[in-house]
């Protein structure tokens, strides 16, 4: 059975950072795509950013970029995502994914996903 485990949200003041966590296992993870996505309340899902198996290949979501940074530790089957610099506006429920074949922003091109981590930033 596929699982797909994300951590380290929580609440954080506008400028801080936080560092989430993405575990899988019942699967090979170190052939697969992983990315991070969000959906805040009334919103659509929002790809953040994405990393191919091998980590050779990363892409940001414009909203993050210089802001946010994915990495992989394949030896410890976990993604990370790096936020810094955080507003309000990224609140939102932060979601992991993993897909075999494509390393997209696109929802829809994954197949596993966790249950989410909820970050809130105040202001």
């Known amino acids: 059975q596929v699982q797909v485990v994300e951590s380290g949200g929580g609440l954080v003041q506008a400028g801080g950072s936080l560092r989430l966590s993405c575990t899988a296992s019942?699967?090979?993870?170190?052939?697969?795509?992983v990315a991070w996505f969000r959906q805040a309340p009334g919103k659509e899902r929002e790809g953040l950013s994405w990393?191919?198996?091998?980590?050779?290949?990363?892409d940001y979501a414009e909203s993050v970029k210089g802001r946010f940074t994915i990495s992989r530790d394949n030896a410890k089957n976990t993604v990370f995502l790096q936020m810094t610099s955080l507003k309000p506006e990224d609140t939102a429920t932060y979601y992991c994914?993993?897909?075999?074949?494509?390393?997209?922003?696109?929802?829809?091109?994954?197949?596993?996903w966790g249950q989410g981590t909820q970050v809130t930033v105040s202001s």
């Open positions: 019942g699967l090979a993870f170190v052939d697969y795509a």
């Open positions: 994914a993993a897909d075999l074949g494509f390393c997209t922003g696109s929802p829809a091109d994954y197949d596993y």
């Open positions: 990393i191919m198996w091998n980590g050779g290949h990363s």
